[in-house]
């Protein structure tokens, strides 16, 4: 069975920081791409940034430069390390990634950015 479990969500004030964290399994982690996305309220999802197999990684425009997505293989995980937040990162965010064309995705860690 497919898993994602997100943590790492929380309060913090505008220009802090946060690290989200992605446990996987079910699945061969080091063959697989990850993304993280995220749901702002009132909003659709959104992609925020994704991590290749092979390590290398994209980020959409509104966050790159602030954001930086990790991955450890040893221990089947994904991270979003979260810099200078601002009131407008407030969101659910989402682990995710794609098997023979199948989504999954976590039950997301909500990240509330307050001042």
């Known amino acids: 069975e497919v898993r994602l479990v997100e943590s790492g969500g929380g309060l913090v004030q505008p220009g802090g920081s946060l690290r989200l964290s992605c446990a996987a399994s079910?699945?061969?982690?080091?063959?697989?791409?990850m993304s993280w996305a995220r749901q702002a309220p009132g909003k659709g999802l959104e992609w925020v940034s994704g991590i290749r197999r092979d390590g290398s990684t994209t980020y959409a425009d509104s966050w790159k430069g602030r954001f930086t997505i990790s991955r450890d293989n040893a221990n089947n995980a994904v991270y979003l390390q979260m810099n200078s937040l601002n009131p407008e990162d407030t969101a659910i965010y989402y682990c995710?990634?794609?098997?023979?064309?199948?989504?999954?995705w976590g039950q997301g860690t909500q990240v509330t950015v307050f001042s």
């Open positions: 079910g699945f061969t982690f080091s063959r697989t791409d």
């Open positions: 995710s990634t794609s098997l023979v064309s199948v989504g999954y």
